[in-house]
Structures are given as structure tokens and as C-alpha cells.
């Protein structure tokens, strides 16, 4: 399975942008790269995914290096409502579907 | 409504006793997930499905079991409760081009 490495947690101001650094070494070519956010007592949501290409949406944007073995989501204006851990995810299996969630990032928000 | 429906929130439950969780999901996906998450780690993947006809073990499906009663129902059981299987446990759903995940809230499930 590929596997990706998260730091465990990062701080940002508020209004600040903020770059999530994810490496993904062992990636496959097909692989798309996924973003979650888990919130506090909630489930995870979806944040963003891409292939090769940067990515944005209103809530995020992704950078994915060249060689896709490392890729940044970019929050451009840090809000306290953007406090979560974060999670940078490869499918699992050779169906693209089945994630592994690691422990994710941290992210703090000051005001 | 939530489109991902998990019944019920919480549920304290005494060591040996069967239970049900039980997840509804009004995506109209075909492919539901049931996961488990520890305080401070992230989601481990117990059981999938694919379709009405098709079940498939995850990383940790000791210890539990599923039954996916049509496409908008699954439900994960746990036969006998230990009190290790105290967590928090979460439902998602998906649609086959892998676009992305939608999560229940969760239920916590306490084993005493």
C-alpha cells in the first residue's frame, strides 16, 4: 500500500495562509491524492483531491510536486474554523476506493 | 436531514453483549465503509461493501461483523463487546469513481 507522511501538528495565525506538506514517496502512477478534514466530534469531510495537476475549490487548494511524490494543501486565509486534523490520503487498494487514514496534522489556529 | 445517518450517538454497552450500529445513507451510493477511530489516531477501515451482494473485510474486521440489508442500510455488529472495542466509530458511503467519501457523525461506543 502506498503510504504518505503527515508532521503531526502545525500553528497557524488566523487570516494567515497555511501550506500542509504531505510526502507520498511511493505513489502510483493512477493514484489520485486525497484531502480530509476532521473537525472536532464530527466525521470527516472532503477537502480536495487531485492527480497531477494543482487543484482548487473554495475551500482549498492543491499543489502536487512534479515527480507527485509530495504534495501541499494550501488554505489561503486561516479562519479558527479551519482548527482540524487533516488528512492526506492514497486509495489503498487497486480499486482506487479503500483509504487509510493516518494520524493526519494537527492544525491549530490562533486568533 | 444528514445524508449519512449513524444510530445510535452514543451507546455504553456491558463486556460480552451483542450490538448493532446501524448506518442509513440517502446518497443513493453504492459502496458504504464502516471505519473505527482511537483517541489521537486515525480511522482503521473493519469492514466494505461494494454492493448489496458484497461484503469485504478491512484491516481490522476481527470481532465484528456487517450485514448490508440494501443499498442505503449497513450495519456493523459486534457479537461479543470487549471493553477494547471502546471507540468511536464512523460510516461512510461513496460512489464508484472514488471522488470522495461522505462520513455519518460518528457513533461512541463505550464497553464496560
Known amino acids: 500500500d502506498a503510504k504518505t507522511t503527515q508532521p503531526n501538528s502545525m500553528e497557524s495565525n488566523e487570516e494567515e495562509p497555511v501550506h500542509l506538506p504531505c510526502n507520498h514517496s511511493?505513489?502510483?502512477?493512477?493514484?489520485?491524492i486525497h484531502w480530509y478534514r476532521q473537525l472536532p466530534s464530527q466525521g470527516p469531510e472532503y477537502v480536495i483531491h487531485?492527480?497531477?495537476s494543482n487543484v482548487n475549490n473554495r475551500m482549498a487548494s492543491l499543489a502536487i510536486a512534479e515527480d507527485r511524490k509530495s504534495s501541499t494543501l494550501i488554505l489561503h486565509r486561516a479562519t479558527l474554523r479551519d482548527a482540524a486534523v487533516y488528512y492526506c490520503?492514497?486509495?489503498?487498494?487497486?480499486?482506487?476506493?479503500?483509504?487509510?487514514f493516518g494520524p493526519g496534522t494537527r492544525l491549530s489556529v490562533l486568533p | 436531514d444528514a445524508d449519512v445517518t449513524q444510530t445510535p450517538r452514543n451507546r455504553i454497552t456491558k463486556t460480552g453483549k451483542r450490538i448493532m450500529l446501524e448506518c442509513s445513507q440517502t446518497?443513493?451510493?453504492?459502496?458504504m465503509y464502516w471505519y473505527r477511530q482511537d483517541p489521537g489516531l486515525g480511522l482503521q477501515l473493519i469492514y466494505y461493501?461494494?454492493?448489496?451482494?458484497?461484503?469485504n473485510k478491512g484491516e481490522i474486521s476481527d470481532g465484528y461483523s456487517v450485514s448490508r440489508q440494501a443499498q442505503a442500510k449497513f450495519s456493523l455488529s459486534l457479537e461479543s463487546a470487549i471493553p477494547n472495542q471502546t471507540a468511536l466509530y464512523f460510516c461512510?458511503?461513496?460512489?464508484?469513481?472514488?471522488?470522495?467519501?461522505?462520513f455519518g457523525s460518528g457513533t461512541r461506543l463505550t464497553v464496560v
Open positions: 446518497k443513493g451510493h453504492d459502496r
Open positions: 487531485g492527480l497531477t
Open positions: 461493501s461494494f454492493d448489496v451482494k458484497d461484503i
Open positions: 490520503i492514497l486509495p489503498r487498494d487497486n480499486y482506487g476506493q479503500n483509504f487509510v
Open positions: 461512510a458511503t461513496s460512489t464508484a469513481t472514488g471522488a470522495g467519501y461522505t
Open positions: 511511493t505513489i502510483s502512477g493512477t493514484d489520485y
